[in-house]
């Protein structure tokens, strides 16, 4: 009997014992895991939204290395902004049990889809008790697939469109550590990205950002987006080196010498020389490059 209530009490500790923190080895071999999809997320919306924690989140809505990790730093430097790493929201999803907790759901009015919205809002709700803030950015680049769910779940949610050369994004991920793609590919893989967000600048409300402007001129360019979100800009945004943004990890933004020396530095000059695509060229045009 007495080993029985031991093995209880040890079992007990150890679902009561907070998780232990990954081991660098453990963190590298979890990051390996299958990629969700670079697809626009297709979502059938049954049932009505639910009142929200969070009534008006701000979403970036860019591609991978447009430089949404340094406009992360800038705004989560401000007092009453929470910009936290990213959040992968719609890779964060809830399973209902058919006949049992699928019905229990739907008597309260409940689906899997609007459930996976009232978990997503949560989840930015305690970024905004912990940070003591009051609005919360996510930067994720695969809200680019999931701009029209985010949009639906928050009616009153404002977006920030960043916009880098479409050239210099290709040369960005040729210039990655340990990349073994050819250009080609990492121009088909960006090309992902570029068609939802246009889609989405073109739908939605929501102001227009350049990278490149950002980095030439980075107080007009904050000031701007202070204005856009109803708060006052502060200087010490600039210096965003000063504030503690947590650790840089895998999958969760540039980790990049730039971004960790604490100060914005000019954008990278263009030294691709080829004949750029007309697929790419397209979207330089739209976006108002020449």
Sequence with gaps: MNTGIKRRFRLLGQALRPPRPLTAAEAAEKSKAPRPPKRTQVVDYNI???????ESPVFVIAPVRSGSTLLRMLLNSHSRIRAAHELHLRTIGVQLTPGFSEQSMQELGLDQVELEHVLWDRILHLELLRSEKDIVVDKTPGNVFTWERLHYAWPKAKFLFLLRHPEAVVSSLENRKGNTATRAALGANALKYFKPLEQARRTL?????????????????????????????????????????????????DRSDTIKSGRIQPARTLEYTGATSPELAKYAVAWGYT
């Design 205 to 253: 409300d929501g102001l227009t950002l350049r990278y490149e402007e950002l980095t030439a001129d980075p107080a007009r360019v904050t000031r701007e987006v202070c204005e856009y979100l109803g708060v006052e800009w502060e200087a010490g945004m600039l210096e965003y080196g000063e504030y503690d943004h947590g650790p840089f990890l895998p999958n969760l933004g």
């Design 48 to 54: 009505p939204i639910m009142p929200r924690q969070v």
